[in-house]
């Protein structure tokens, strides 16, 4: 017999331990999560979406098809974490450190990456091949190329970092 998912829909939970836990199809919507550790854990089709998560640590974690819309990821740790089909519209990733991030197919649209830094991140094989950045802020993120910005989707109102303009 299956196991019903977790659901905290609402909780406040800051500074929580979840590291290497098993926590797929999760509910963490709109709960508050800020300075928690997910290191190493297993969030596949999770639903993070507006959930606060400022400075949490998910280095090492894997959140395929996980649901972090419009979540508040401030200076999250995303260090060597897998997000493929990762829905992160609208989420606020500022200052947040994506490298070695694997988020292949990830949808980035409208969120915001101010000073984001995506050394080594690994979007759709190396590149950013079919990323959506549409309405994305990268105002200040680190670490990006021409090659990746030209390989994405991008539209008149996504924010290029002034290195790249």
């Not at 409208?110 to 190396?126: K, S, Y």
């Not at 802020?137 to 670490?143: I, Q, Y």
Request: net charge negative; charged share 20%.
């Amino acid at each position: 017999m299956a196991h019903p998912a977790l659901n905290l829909e609402g909780a406040f939970l800051p500074r929580s331990d979840w590291s290497k836990a098993g926590l797929n199809n999760a509910r963490f919507m709109k709960t508050n999560l800020a300075g928690s550790d997910f290191s190493g854990s297993v969030l596949n089709a999770a639903d993070l979406r507006q959930a606060v998560l400022i400075g949490a640590n998910f280095e090492g974690a894997v959140l395929n098809h996980a649901r972090l819309t419009d979540a508040d990821l401030t200076e999250a740790r995303f260090l060597r974490s897998v997000l493929n089909n990762a829905n992160m519209h609208g989420a606020c990733l500022k200052g947040a450190i994506l490298a070695g991030a694997v988020m292949n197919n990830a949808d980035l649209s409208c969120a915001t990456l101010e000073g984001a830094d995506l050394r080594g991140a690994i979007i759709n094989n190396a590149d950013l091949s079919g990323a959506d950045l549409r309405g994305a802020d990268l105002t200040g993120a680190l670490n990006l190329t021409r090659d990746q910005i030209e390989s994405a989707i991008t539209d008149e109102t996504t924010v290029l970092p002034v290195y790249l303009k």
